[in-house]
């Protein structure tokens, strides 16, 4: 009886080691594919966008609307870039928040001290002169 015991536990514990060591493995070939078609859409857009960042210089806009239009296609490009090509777009919020926030927040800021430097320069006119 003790045999019968002491095997039918050997048995159970050895169930339950082979049911642990299927689960990582069940676990790691359900890995997510994504189509092709979606890398070949992004490669075609980073190409739309490319090309249209191309064509400001070729036109020869100039200014304000030269240089926005070329940090707007190339924030467009590299939020392709991260969100598919590096998988942040299947992250959860908490990776995403700690990738993007940062960049955000260092534009406000970089807004904010151009505003700051007008002011400043603005200033420095009014009570020291208009310079040499």
């Not at 990582?24 to 189509?35: I, L, M, N, R």
């Amino acid at each position: 009886m003790a045999e019968a015991t002491a095997n039918g536990l050997g048995q159970h514990a050895l169930h339950t080691a082979h049911a642990h060591d299927a689960a990582p493995v069940a676990v790691a070939d359900a890995h997510q594919e994504h189509p092709i078609k979606l890398y070949l859409v992004v490669w075609a857009w980073l190409f739309i966008l490319s090309t249209c960042s191309y064509l400001v210089d070729y036109f020869g806009l100039h200014g304000y609307l030269r240089w926005s239009l070329i940090l707007i296609f190339m924030m467009l490009k590299a939020g392709l870039i991260v969100a598919v090509f590096m998988h942040m777009a299947w992250e959860r919020l908490a990776m995403m928040y700690a990738i993007i926030l940062p960049p955000i927040l260092v534009l406000v800021f970089v807004t904010m001290m151009v505003f700051e430097a007008d002011y400043t320069l603005l200033t420095r006119i009014a009570f020291f002169g208009p310079g040499p």
